[in-house]
């Protein structure tokens, strides 16, 4: 598309550190990340995106890169937005976790089955936050996808090769999320005492 796509406020469905996430306003199946400052997390998040489809790795529970855009905003990288079966943008797990819709012990299952399906298909999350995990409702359950932040952890090439080093990658950013989960729970019990 050689047309440049407008990005209002309207249009935001999540703003992180490094990038604001908007809606794209001709195909409700994506969003477009457009960088704050410089593009070196979707430059990254690209470069492990081609590295794992050279490798036909099930990308099921990823949202995935999907090409870029030019925006008003600068260049934008769409990904699959994902959306509940009544056609609403997914609620992120910290979302789902703060308004009390289930409990860190009720979603415990998936989280599990999204940490098995990372190591089986050897796939490196840079940062695994409740914020970067989607919930998509289906009319069985809640499906968990990572949403944000996939690509390789380290500067070692070998880290998304190997998979011991992959393991490890995974290992200690699940750390991370486990900890970030233990203080929304933290926050949520001393504001109902």
């Keep these: 598309m050689n047309n440049e796509i407008y990005l209002t406020d309207e249009l935001i469905v999540g703003k992180g550190r490094d990038r604001v996430c908007y809606?794209?306003?001709?195909d409700s199946n994506l969003c477009i990340k457009v960088s704050i400052s410089d593009n070196k997390q979707s430059k990254r998040e690209v470069s492990y995106f081609n590295f794992l489809n050279k490798k036909n790795t099930d990308l099921s529970k990823i949202s995935v890169f999907r090409g870029t855009v030019k925006t008003d905003k600068g260049l934008g990288y769409t990904f699959d937005l994902i959306r509940?079966?009544?056609?609403k943008v997914s609620k992120t797990l910290r979302q789902c976790l703060e308004s009390q819709e289930f409990s860190i012990?009720?979603?415990q299952p998936q989280l599990n089955e999204l940490k098995n399906y990372l190591i089986s298909n050897k796939i490196c999350v840079r940062d695994i936050s409740p914020s970067n995990i989607s919930c998509e409702r289906t009319p069985?359950?809640?499906?968990l996808l990572i949403i944000d932040g996939v690509s390789n952890s380290n500067i070692n090439p070998l880290t998304i090769?190997?998979?011991?080093?992959?393991?490890?990658?995974?290992?200690k950013a699940w750390k991370g999320l486990?900890?970030?989960l233990a203080r929304?729970?933290?926050?949520l019990m001393s504001n109902n005492e």
Excluded: C, F, M
């Design 184 to 187: 929304i729970d933290r926050a």
């Design 178 to 180: 486990e900890r970030k």
């Design 105 to 107: 012990e009720w979603i």
């Design 140 to 143: 069985n359950g809640v499906n």
């Design 23 to 26: 809606q794209h306003p001709h």
């Design 161 to 171: 090769r190997l998979q011991s080093l992959v393991n490890t990658s995974i290992d």
């Design 84 to 87: 509940d079966y009544d056609k």
